[in-house]
């Protein structure tokens, strides 16, 4: 994903189906530029997972809104972001829209927003490919949407239905399903479980795996929950203040966390059944930095607890910290 | 957790009818002196309502609730002090107009107790970990952070010395790192003060770092109910054991997706109310006999202290 685990993937002439290099999102408002997301780069090959973790503010769902061009006009974005060999920051209006919902696709959290309330959702998910012209007819469209509805586990009478009518876990699903319309090489979701029950969140996580393993489908997930990602994802990104402060094989950064950060967050979702944690809830003291007003250093160290006097100096960059695995810590 | 003391609160058999809706459908619960109670359950499962009963917010329509202090004073139930509600969104919970020290006095004024209202407002900053207490008094809900906010709502619970302390999944909506600083603050005011703890959530981490005892809603029913350990390490009923194993963090187990939804409370199934979506019935393994009264006995919960589930396979007290 990054230069540092380059290592561990076979390198066929790098064929990434995307490729972030340095890209930076600065927001203008009223008190100044906010820098959002700052230098994070990754590399996904075609059934690539790559987690994106962090708290509110950290900047995991400005990049999700980068990768598809949705940010708020004003909004400064430096660096690069290739989609299956082009430069989606240098796309023409129409050329955009081809690659949205064809080649990437998002699903949001919020199920009951991101549909509208007075359309059926059949005809919310045969709408894109009408639009793309990824089928050719009303009759198609509505042939694949209930192929699709039948995919995420809806009958296809629901095709008919209103948002309203639906459960929030069958909205989630309709959602999916929509991404899905136009079949996207890759589908970035955003917090797509996060107001879902337990066994809901379970439903909607294992149809995520199978469509990856049936359809070599890109997947981006995003959400504050390491151990949902640590579940669905292969690799894992940390965020903080708009940096990827650490990143590897999923399982090893949740088991073995090597930044001060990770290990907090990590703690954060006790494992039930380690005593460790029974009646011993872990925290961390002080608040996410606001991205306007970033400490000086090392953005994490006010709230560190191993921070020493050289991270309030400078911030250190990802280093390498074991096979296929990187962070920004000085004491790695 | 003082077993052996009289319960704080005490539901007997309540139900909480919504027209034809079941939300709340023969509840017993017992809330003992200095425990944290985790009353776990996905949506639709009744618990928010069933706790907005124990508060007085919502009348029941059928069965008691016996609140220990109550009972001694006689007092009106809204008018109790003695429980006290901690909702799951500080910034929501807050008057953004008022400061933090009228925030806090509020209930004090309310129910004029306003003799040494200073002191106790400090105190109760202080007991949240608000400290020093003075510097956050002139301050506004914008002027502090998430965590913070949340430190402020209990604070305002905690200045009216309450003895239950009514917890509406107290940490969903705050960030991760924070998350653990409000469940330590949370069980220090049980072990410093001797408070109770009634904490609703669908967050089986909560139960393992805070609570002492956890009980299982389905469907409007308390299915499972036993100690922090008994349920989360070793769950008999077939509906607790597949929500643990879908827990993300929970890998040891085999994962049991149920399918579907939680039914609606206006067609609540016959027999066990479980027994559609139960996989232990659903895989044929069970005995006959125990199969036929999960399609047609409605299993109840045995009450009294220690482990019980409604479960015709599973417990044997099962009534």
């Known amino acids: ?332 | 957790m003082r077993t052996g003391l009289s319960p704080i609160v005490s539901v007997e058999d309540v139900s909480v009818f919504f027209g034809s809706a079941r939300a709340v459908d023969g509840v017993s619960l017992d809330v003992l002196p200095g425990e944290v109670l985790a009353l776990v359950g996905e949506s639709g499962s009744g618990k928010t309502t069933l706790i907005r009963a124990i508060q007085g917010l919502q009348s029941v329509s059928g069965g008691s609730i016996h609140h220990r202090e109550k009972a001694e004073e006689s007092k009106d139930l809204r008018s109790d002090s003695g429980v006290q509600m901690i909702f799951q969104d500080p910034t929501g919970a807050l008057n953004p107009r008022q400061t933090v020290y009228d925030i806090v006095a509020e209930g004090l004024r309310i129910r004029r107790e306003g003799t040494d209202e200073e002191k106790r407002v400090s105190d109760a900053l202080a007991r949240a970990g608000l400290r020093p207490p003075e510097r956050f008094f002139p301050m506004y809900p914008h002027q502090i952070s998430g965590g913070q906010r949340q430190r402020v709502v209990i604070a305002g619970a905690m200045v009216m010395n309450p003895v239950l302390l009514l917890a509406d999944e107290p940490v969903a909506s705050l960030d991760a790192s924070i998350r653990g600083e409000i469940l330590m603050l949370m069980r220090q005011l049980v072990d410093d003060t001797g408070l109770s703890i009634l904490a609703v959530t669908h967050d089986l981490g909560l139960a393992w770092n805070i609570a002492d005892r956890v009980a299982v809603m389905y469907l409007g029913r308390i299915v499972e109910i036993g100690t922090t350990e008994e349920i989360l390490e070793n769950p008999q009923h077939p509906y607790t054991r597949a929500l643990l194993s879908v827990v993300p963090e929970t890998r040891r187990m085999e994962q049991q997706i149920l399918q579907g939804e939680i039914p609606d409370s206006k067609r609540i199934p016959a027999g066990c109310r479980f027994h559609p979506r139960c996989p232990l019935f659903r895989s044929g393994d069970l005995d006959e006999t125990i199969a036929a009264r999960c399609t047609t006995e409605d299993p109840h919960l045995t009450l009294g202290a220690g482990w019980h589930a409604a479960c015709w396979a599973v417990d044997p007290q099962t009534k």
């Open chain 1, 1 to 332: 994903m990054m230069e540092a685990d380059n290592n561990d993937r076979p390198m066929m002439g790098a064929e990434f189906i995307l490729s972030v290099r340095d890209l930076n999102v600065t927001y203008q408002t009223t008190r100044g530029p906010v820098p959002a997301v700052r230098g994070v780069s990754f590399d996904l090959a075609a059934g690539d997972s790559l987690g994106l973790a962090g708290e509110s503010g950290c900047g995991k769902s400005t990049i999700a809104a980068a990768l598809l061009r949705l940010l708020p006009p004003g909004t400064t974005t430096t660096g690069e972001v290739t989609i299956d060999g082009k430069d989606l920051f240098s796309l023409s209006p129409g050329g955009l829209r081809a690659v949205r919902w064809t080649k990437e696709a998002i699903v949001f959290q919020g199920a009951l927003h991101a549909l509208n309330p007075v359309q059926t959702v059949g005809r919310q998910v045969c709408e894109p490919m009408l639009v793309h012209e990824t089928e050719s007819s009303q009759k198609a469209a509505t042939e694949k949407g209930r192929n699709l509805f039948e995919r995420v586990g809806l009958t296809a009478d629901k095709l008919d239905y209103y948002p309203h009518q639906l459960s929030g876990g069958q909205r989630q699903r309709v959602l999916i399903a929509m991404a899905l319309a136009c079949d996207p090489d890759v589908l970035i979701a955003d917090e797509p479980t996060t107001a879902l029950d337990l066994m809901v969140q379970a439903q909607v996580l294992a149809l995520i795996e199978e469509l990856r393993r049936e359809s070599a489908l890109t997947l981006i997930f995003i959400t504050h929950d390491l151990s949902v990602l640590a579940y669905v994802c292969e690799r894992l990104a940390i965020m903080y203040a708009g940096r990827i402060v650490e990143e590897g094989r999923s399982s090893e950064v949740f088991d073995n966390p090597v930044h001060p950060y990770t290990r907090a967050l990590a703690a954060a979702f006790p494992r039930i059944g380690d005593r460790s944690s029974r009646l011993a809830p872990s925290g961390l003291g002080g608040d996410p930095p606001t991205p306007g007003a970033l400490p000086v250093g090392c953005p994490f160290h006010p709230r560190c607890p191993l921070a020493e006097d050289r991270c309030r100096d400078a911030e250190p960059g990802l280093r390498p910290a074991g096979p296929g695995r990187a962070a920004a810590c000085v004491l790695v």
